[in-house]
């Protein structure tokens, strides 16, 4: 029997579809949006949350299901139903942002569809945007479950994972994100189960698609989860070398259109 055709495209953002200014890749959404007119599922998986990847599946032309939040969110389409809500259980996420608050750390902490930022000096309180918001303290927001925690800076990344690896293991994870260097950029925490590989899967099935009918395209450790799902993976040339090593394919770089080189690459040029 002949392989099934690729059906499925699961695209990250940041560092793929993107370029390193945070524009759409014109030549690669452009090839995206021909392979969704042409009944491709355009699946935008993203550690973003949904009021930043909506517009992009619809400047994609993409119906197809949405994995946001790292995995934390899995919509039927960028209109909806929800599939999938995972946050971080709150007692966890109030512990995390406890020990942060103690030694003065500044967390970026999504609840719902708002990011709060802890104040950092002379910055106002309130509201900055629609989804963004300034809180004095970390745990101020922890009276939701929150759906992801990001870190920066040294010496809080370190410090902080290994808090949530003692602490909360059972209840949340961490993720670090890495620059094309493979020197560190941030830490993401978020629940068990909360991943894109997980994500991917539930989408698949309720597409009733295989496995081999999808292709990933990533850059970061934390496309590495879907990687391993699809049938077909491809890394960004900027990805650190951790990434390219685990793909299929190594396209060039988000600057260079390398999601349009690998749907070229993958006869996925439907122009």
Known sequence: ?????????????????????????????????????????????????????????????ST?????????????????????YRPI????????AQFADENGWGLATTVDQTTYYRQRPGQALGRLTANTSVVANNSDVMTAAPLRILVWGDPAIPALRTYCEVTVNEACYTEIYLHADGSIDSLGIFARGADKGTALRLVLDRLKLDADQAVAFGDNLADLPMFAVAGTSVAMANAPDVVKQKASLVAPSNDDNGVAWGLARLNLNLG
């Open 1 to 61: 029997m002949s392989p099934k055709p690729i059906a499925l495209i699961a695209i990250d953002l940041d560092g793929t579809l993107l370029t390193s200014s945070g524009e759409l890749a014109s030549e690669s959404a452009l090839g995206l949006k021909q392979a969704a007119s042409h009944g491709v599922a355009v699946v935008v998986a993203t550690t973003r949350n949904p009021h930043f990847a909506v517009p992009i599946c619809r400047a994609l032309g």
């Open 64 to 84: 197809a299901p949405l994995i946001c939040s790292n995995g934390a969110q899995v919509w039927g389409s960028p209109d909806g139903p929800v599939w999938t």
């Open 89 to 96: 259980p709150r007692e966890a996420a109030q512990a995390i």
